[in-house]
């Protein structure tokens, strides 16, 4: 059982929807962290934070919006989305934002399908 | 140049056998190396960590070489659960920002 969840697991909505994803990790963990996943590519940095302060906003389109209202939940809210946002995104965690020798914990991710 | 690139595979094994694959790196001052496990449509499980001397876990052995800038993975005796996309992680840096690859993809065949 994975220590970070996430939902909703799958997501379609039309471009012209407001949704939310959430993240909750169960570890203790002081860091968390939004990615973008998409076909046959590594996955992208959006969103970091620490202690519920965002320190990375990583060239991501204003149409996402984070929300990380305690150290344990991390949302990501969603507005007028295109479809090029269609991908996997998945939320981690860390222990700190020390980073080496320190790996980052998944949730099982949002399938997302913009149409 | 891609910070951290792979062979996309797939690397398609007999059960039993064994197979490797690198992972370059471009950035020579990248401090941590790790190998996560990626099922079809599923999240990244930490796989291991790669130290520099080298590390074993189990059927797996990673290895670190810095003069060329890569990591390897090597799975002995697979078996048809090992079947997945292996990722490569490094951190550039001392921080957070860790760089993932594309992915290899093993597939293991009875």
């Known amino acids: 059982e994975t220590g970070v969840t996430q939902t909703p697991r799958h997501l379609v909505m039309g471009m012209t929807n407001k949704k939310s994803l959430k993240c909750e990790q169960h570890?203790?963990?002081?860091?968390m962290y939004w990615y973008k996943q998409s076909a046959k590519k590594p996955l992208e940095l959006m969103f970091v934070y620490s202690l519920e302060e965002r320190v990375e906003n990583n060239s991501v389109p204003s149409r996402f919006s984070p929300e990380c209202p305690n150290s344990s939940h991390l949302f990501l809210h969603l507005h007028t989305l295109q479809p090029e946002d269609s991908a996997l995104y998945l939320c981690?965690?860390?222990?700190?934002?020390?980073?080496?020798?320190?790996?980052?914990?998944f949730g099982d991710g949002t399938r997302l399908s913009i149409l | 140049r891609k910070e951290v690139e792979q062979d996309p595979g797939p690397f398609n094994v007999p059960e039993g056998a064994t197979v490797a694959f690198n992972c370059t790196y471009s950035n020579s001052a990248s401090q941590s190396f790790f190998w996560y496990r990626q099922d079809c449509r599923k999240e990244p499980k930490l796989l291991m960590s790669?130290?520099?001397s080298g590390n074993e876990d189990g059927r797996f052995t990673a290895q670190l070489n810095r003069a060329s800038q890569y990591i390897s993975l090597l799975i002995r005796d697979s078996k048809l659960s090992d079947s997945a996309t292996y990722l490569c992680?490094?951190?550039?840096?001392?921080?957070?920002?860790?760089?993932f690859g594309a992915g290899t993809t093993v597939t293991v065949r009875a």
């Open positions: 790669v130290y520099s």
């Open positions: 570890l203790g963990h002081n860091a």
């Open positions: 981690a965690s860390s222990q700190d934002l020390g980073g080496r020798s320190q790996p980052q914990h």
């Open positions: 992680v490094v951190n550039p840096g001392n921080d957070y920002k860790l760089s």
